[in-house]
């Protein structure tokens, strides 16, 4: 027989996943003179990563992750099946409010049912979401005059999804007793039901950023001079400027993992901050 096991768990590998994409890179100098020059650059990335197999010995799908607490740590979010793409989202389908400010939600045949009606019938809860995007695209330019240059390099993802959990914890006028509301487009005062999940805090995370810009100028200098210097450039540059997004929470970005679970991508989890804005001025000298 084999000798105990020295720890409460161990590391199987209980599925494979394949994956496939395409990524695309080119460059061009699309006006290159004397005074004045302008390159042009842009990359682009797909990927597509499926679950082929998995071990009958932990179910029929893996589930990586919940809500969280307080309150919803059974309410799970993520769910990956035998044959599934790898980042969906998993619960009731939101399709709007009745008359007395209820939830209603599609019982798995497209009819809206109130909470109450909706749990009688396991097949209510579907795909409703998927954390990965469909593709990435980077654009950068570089333009030089004279003594100037300037660099630019915009930045997106599309095709991918988030769970908003600021708003499926703080949202609800009725849950909300020490802490302040989340105000949105989706915000409903009327609503009297208790916080439930579903399709309504789930969001498109589609964006591009202004992720960089940088102006410089470069002084002429006397290289023969005694101070030895070969080069005096100064520039002012600019990180995370701006983002172009429809997302409502704090940062668009792709999550391509949950604390460091893989297979539950696209959760924007309430420790998220707004990133900064930085503006830096510098003097870089040659000698």
Request: charged share 20%; aromatic share 10%; no cysteine.
């Given at each position: 027989m084999p000798p105990p096991a020295l720890v409460a768990n161990e590391w199987l590998n209980v599925g494979d996943l394949k994956s496939n994409g395409i990524e695309i890179a080119l460059g061009y100098d699309v006006i290159k003179k004397k005074d004045f020059s302008w390159n042009t650059g842009i990359n682009f990335?797909?990927?597509?990563?499926?679950?082929?197999?998995?071990s009958p010995a932990v179910g029929t799908y893996i589930g990586q992750t919940n809500l969280g607490s307080p309150g919803q740590e059974a309410t799970q979010i993520t769910r990956t099946a035998k044959g599934d793409v790898l980042g969906n989202f998993y619960n009731a389908v939101f399709m709007g409010y009745d008359k007395?400010?209820?939830?209603?939600?599609?019982?798995?045949?497209?009819?809206?049912?109130?909470?109450?009606?909706?749990?009688?019938?396991?097949?209510y809860k579907q795909v409703i979401g998927?954390?990965?995007?469909?593709?990435?695209?980077?654009?950068?330019n570089t333009f030089t005059y004279k003594n100037w240059d300037l660099n630019i390099f915009l930045r997106g993802s599309f095709g991918h999804d988030i769970i908003n959990t600021f708003r499926a914890f703080y949202e609800n006028p009725n849950v909300s007793s020490a802490y302040n509301l989340v105000n949105t487009k989706y915000f409903n005062p009327t609503l009297k039901d208790g916080q439930i999940f579903s399709s309504l805090y789930v969001e498109k995370g589609d964006f591009v950023k202004l992720d960089n810009a940088t102006l410089g100028y470069n002084f002429?200098?006397?290289?023969?001079?005694?101070?030895?210097?070969?080069?005096?450039?100064?520039?002012?540059?600019?990180?995370?400027?701006?983002?172009?997004?429809?997302?409502?929470?704090?940062?668009?970005?792709?999550?391509?993992?949950?604390?460091?679970?893989?297979?539950?991508?696209?959760?924007?989890?309430?420790?998220?901050?707004?990133?900064?804005?930085?503006?830096?001025?510098?003097?870089?000298?040659?000698?």
């Open positions: 990335s797909t990927f597509h990563i499926k679950l082929t197999n998995l007395n400010g209820h939830f209603l939600f599609s019982d798995g045949k497209g009819n809206a049912v109130i909470a109450a009606d909706e749990v009688k019938d396991p097949n998927n954390g990965l995007p469909k593709f990435e695209a980077g654009w950068t002429p200098v006397n290289k023969s001079g005694k101070m030895g210097i070969r080069n005096i450039r100064a520039f002012l540059s600019g990180h995370n400027l701006f983002t172009i997004t429809g997302y409502t929470g704090a940062d668009p970005e792709v999550r391509y993992s949950d604390g460091g679970q893989i297979l539950a991508p696209g959760i924007d989890r309430r420790a998220t901050w707004v990133l900064t804005r930085a503006i830096t001025f510098g003097l870089n000298i040659g000698f």
